[in-house]
T-cell receptor, first 115, second 110 residues
Framework: GAVVSQHPSRVICKSGTSVKIECRSLDFQATTMFWYRQFPKQSLMLMATSNEGSKATYEQGVEKDKFLINHASLTLSTLTVTSAHPEDSSFYIC???????????FGPGTRLTVL | AQRVTQPEKLLSVFKGAPVELKCNYSYSGSPELFWYVQYSRQRLQLLLRHISRESIKGFTADLNKGETSFHLKKPFAQEEDSAMYYCALSSSGSARQLTFGSGTQLTVLP
């Protein structure tokens, strides 16, 4: 149990376009979802925390207008990278957790390449 | 502010040798510490947490509040232990927001 999926696993887009990444908890209800960014050979950097039905809380330095997060249901959160630029190219990872399960379960990640 | 430090980016040991991956933290409250592992081409997964005081795949980790450390240890490393290991600290509350260390790439040589 406790599987988290992400879609797509890999996306290539042109500079200036927007890209949406989905994160789903497949067999449990996630009251909280987290979005991370991972640069090559570096650690995960938390971007934002989203709770179902409320606005996401962004970490310092993360542009909320650029990285739009929606957590409309207990099993789905989306991250939209708006007006993407090459510097947005990265590996984006989501995780989901509940207060009951007391841990986070990670998705497989999405590789974004902006040309 | 909370912080997790893993001083070793790379660590190589021979099969059967003991291994210790270091983790130090700074946190003003009562910390909850975790070790996550990421095998090649796989997602990040929880290895163990300090509150469980468990041994997973032969790994153990003891929280030392005096030294603010949570080192991961295994007495006899196996080749399948080769992976990226992340130490993480959780803030209090149900959100369980995690702060990750920079990670240590462990390679177990045959």
């Amino acid at each position: 149990g406790a599987v988290v999926s992400q879609h797509p696993s890999r996306v290539i887009c042109k500079s200036g376009t927007s890209v949406k990444i989905e994160c789903r908890s497949l067999d449990f209800q996630a009251t909280t979802m987290f979005w991370y960014r991972q640069f090559p050979k570096q650690s995960l950097m938390l971007m934002a925390t989203s709770n179902e039905g409320s606005k996401a809380t962004y970490e310092q330095g993360v542009e909320k207008d650029k990285f739009l997060i929606n957590h409309a249901s207990l099993t789905l959160s989306t991250l939209t990278v708006t007006s993407a630029h090459p510097e947005d190219s990265s590996f984006y990872i989501c995780s989901a957790g509940t207060s009951v399960k007391d841990t986070q379960y990670f998705g497989p990640g999405t590789r974004l390449t902006v040309l | 502010a909370q912080r997790v430090t893993q001083p070793e980016k790379l660590l190589s040991v021979f099969k059967g040798a003991p291994v210790e991956l270091k983790c130090n933290y700074s946190y003003s409250g009562s910390p909850e510490l975790f070790w996550y592992v990421q095998y090649s081409r796989q997602r990040l997964q929880l290895l163990l947490r300090h509150i469980s005081r468990e041994s997973i795949k032969g790994f153990t980790a003891d929280l030392n509040k005096g030294e603010t450390s949570f080192h991961l240890k295994k007495p006899f490393a196996q080749e399948e232990d080769s992976a990226m290991y992340y130490c993480a600290l959780s803030s209090s509350g149900s959100a369980r927001q995690l702060t990750f260390g920079s990670g240590t790439q462990l390679t177990v040589l045959p």
